[in-house]
């Protein structure tokens, strides 16, 4: 057996009627022996643990589930304890029953490749029936608070065609929105009034003239007051710096005119830039 060079190349195989030599033999992962390519099988050279790790399954037809047959367990006995605990008769009906396409007259059976949902009614339907015109879709459902549009208006058509009928709870729901409307309506003229008095002070104070005190910058309506805010308020504060040494400059506001009397930059506002202070 084998070649001066490869001695143990090739095996005869197992079987006592074949015994052929095979250079590429087979070995059997149950009896561990080796064979020829015609009995590497189980069946073939009669393998008595070939059926150790095999699997049988046969399908119930009471409830059409699939009930493993053990191989060191007689069959009967194995179907005795399926019947006696897993049998469930309901479910052959949910196993066997293929779903259909709920369009009338159509016979199509939904699988997983023909299979469409639609996205306004969520139903499943066939590839011929996919379309909402084809299956006859009813479209997209209603947003919440389009019915609570609807069932407002409703409601407000029979309160108009039945006042007499009027419970209590819709007389307070129509105080509650008559005093909601007043409040409201409060408001607005309130609101409106502060934006007419705001407007007639700004249109006030555009057309009429404003001055301001080159030192603080306080408003005044007229010239005289200016000159006596100047004289009662600065005239103080100069003779104080005076008194410690120090000397105040005014600036005029329009030229840049140092003054160091404010009575006389009221002078040079008045006499120069006629009469009034902006810049």
Same mark, same amino acid.
């Given at each position: 057996? +084998?070649?001066p ?20 033999? @087979?070995? *059997?992962?149950?009896?561990? $022996? ?33 009930v493993?047959?053990?191989?060191? $367990?007689?069959?009967?006995i ?26 009338? !007259?159509?016979? $199509?059976?939904?699988? @997983?490749?023909? #299979? ?15 379309? +909402? ?8 459902? %209603? /947003? ?9 208006s409703?409601?407000? $058509?029979?309160?108009?065609? !039945? ?6 709870? #819709? ?18 003229? !309130? /609101? ?8 007639q ?11 301001? *005190? ?23 504060? %100069? ?19 140092? @003054? !160091? ?13 006629? +009469?009034?202070?902006?810049a």
């Amino acid at each position: 057996m +084998g070649t001066p060079e490869f001695p143990d190349l090739g095996k005869h195989c197992s079987v006592d009627v074949c015994k052929q030599i095979d250079f590429l033999p @087979f070995t *059997c992962d149950r009896c561990l $022996e080796v064979f020829c390519l015609d009995h590497r099988s189980y069946m073939k050279h009669s393998c008595p643990k070939g059926d150790r790790e095999d699997v049988t399954v046969v399908i119930c037809p009471l409830c059409a589930k699939g009930v493993r047959l053990n191989p060191n $367990e007689d069959p009967n006995i194995t179907w005795e304890k399926h019947v006696n605990t897993d049998c469930d008769p309901s479910n052959y009906e949910k196993a066997t029953k293929k779903k259909k396409c709920p369009v009338p !007259r159509c016979k $199509e059976q939904l699988t @997983f490749s023909n #299979t469409i949902k639609c996205r306004d009614c969520n139903i499943d339907h066939c590839l011929k029936h996919r379309f +909402g015109p084809d299956h006859t879709c009813p479209g997209p459902r %209603k /947003l919440p608070f389009m019915g609570f549009l609807s069932s407002s208006s409703s409601r407000k $058509e029979a309160k108009t065609t !039945r006042p007499n009928k009027a419970s209590a709870s #819709t007389s307070s729901s129509s105080s509650r929105w008559s005093n909601l409307l007043s409040s409201a309506e409060a408001g607005i003229s !309130r /609101l409106g009034n502060d934006i007419s008095q705001k407007l007639q002070f700004s249109s006030s104070s555009d057309d009429g003239i404003v001055e301001l *005190c080159p030192q603080c910058g306080a408003k005044f309506s007229s010239v005289t007051t200016l000159v006596d805010h100047v004289e009662k308020t600065h005239e103080r504060n %100069k003779k104080q710096n005076q008194n410690h040494g120090k000397v105040t400059v005014d600036v005029c506001p329009k030229c840049s005119r140092g @003054f !160091r009397d404010p009575v006389d930059l009221v002078n040079h506002i008045e006499r120069d830039h006629r +009469g009034t202070s902006k810049a």
